[in-house]
């Protein structure tokens, strides 16, 4: 999805930039202070969704959708609960209150790619889509698109309420999905589940230290629910 910021704050827009490059399915065109530039652009180029403050100088940013001849899905930014109103009667996404946790931003943006017309992949139905038993990687829907990630390059899955965070070298891969899911298809000779939140890779494995352990700099709880299967498994390979 094409995105742009209405912000004149500039924390507040390198925040908002943050979350957006951390969402593969968004790409953000444009960022603008002022909001008759950002008006302007809307009205001559192609925007799926834009991020506007409500607090904007000269012309806040309900008067701005309201000025608009041509329609966009609009995420309204606020600092003021009281201004909600507003912008759902102005048939916005959402309205989130700053400052804004990245799981409420996903939950917006994830609603705004469902109404997003021509959406191939609805992001409500994200999960692998083959017994990975067959395969050494697996296929995950993310945004718009359906990835292959191979298993040697997976390092650990991370859950995150309805999100599962993927981590590979160097970088990590958002869905929509739960560690159940994963848990189901992923082979069991490669991956454990060591905690409520976490499925790791046995060979990334670099030490394991006081009921945690230690994959690439990260440390990773062995929950107690866990802890009896996981000894059990580690067990084997002791030498």
């Not at 909600?84 to 048939?91: C, D, F, K, P, V």
């Amino acid at each position: 999805m094409r995105c742009i910021i209405i912000d004149d704050k500039q924390l507040s827009t390198d925040k908002l930039k943050s979350f957006i490059e951390r969402v593969p399915f968004l790409q953000l065109t444009k960022t603008f202070s002022d909001p008759f530039d950002g008006m302007h652009f809307i009205q001559e180029n192609m925007v799926d969704l834009a991020f506007i403050d409500d607090d904007l100088p000269l012309l806040n940013g309900f008067e701005l959708i309201k000025s608009l001849s041509v329609r966009v899905q609009v995420i309204f930014i606020s600092s003021n609960p009281a201004n909600a109103i507003n912008g759902y009667e102005l048939e916005a996404v959402d309205f989130l209150l700053k400052p804004i946790p990245f799981e409420r931003f996903l939950k917006s943006v994830n609603k705004a790619s469902r109404l997003q017309p021509g959406s191939s992949f609805p992001v409500t139905e994200n999960e692998p889509v083959h017994n990975s038993n067959n395969y050494d990687f697996i296929l995950v829907k993310t945004g718009y698109h359906t990835i292959r990630i191979n298993f040697e390059d997976i390092l650990y899955f991370e859950g995150l309420k309805d999100y599962v965070k993927i981590h590979i070298q160097g970088k990590f891969i958002l869905t929509l999905n739960s560690l159940k899911k994963f848990e189901e298809v992923l082979p069991k000779e490669r991956f454990v589940r060591v905690h409520k939140s976490f499925i790791v890779q046995f060979s990334k494995i670099d030490a394991i230290q006081n009921n945690r352990i230690s994959i690439c700099k990260s440390l990773i709880p062995i929950g107690d629910n866990y802890k009896t299967f996981f000894t059990q498994k580690t067990a084997a390979m002791n030498v």
